[in-house]
């Protein structure tokens, strides 16, 4: 139900949006969020929105990344500045409803340095 893009090589410092489009309306979402997992790490969550717009972030990517929803386009993102070679993961798209959990596919961001 969810598809994640947008993923790619950037260099440290660069910027890229991710976008993640649902088969269903967004709007009956819970609460939608971006993780990532790094090789050898365990999933993190780094952004989340909820229905009414509040978006909250862990401070490792505070300031720094951007969470918003298009609820005329069913469609999420992730703008993602000031870009550190530590943000290099695999991010997914997730979106939670009663209680249960979508995952879009992942997309690979890699940050050189």
């Known amino acids: 139900q969810l598809q994640a893009s947008g993923g790619g090589l950037v260099q440290t410092g660069g910027s890229l949006r991710l976008s993640c489009a649902a088969s269903v309306n967004i709007i009956t979402f819970n609460r939608l969020g971006w993780y990532r997992q790094a090789p050898g790490n365990q999933r993190e969550l780094v952004a989340w929105?909820?229905?009414?717009?509040?978006?909250n972030y862990p401070d490792s990517v505070k300031g720094r990344f951007t969470i918003s929803r298009d609820n005329a386009k069913n469609t999420m993102y992730l703008q993602m500045n000031s870009l550190k070679p530590e943000d290099t993961a695999v991010y997914y798209c997730?979106?939670?409803?009663?209680?249960?959990?979508?995952w879009g596919q992942g997309t690979l961001v890699t940050v050189s340095s």
């Open positions: 929105i909820f229905s009414d717009g509040m978006a």
């Open positions: 997730n979106a939670l409803k009663g209680g249960s959990y979508y």
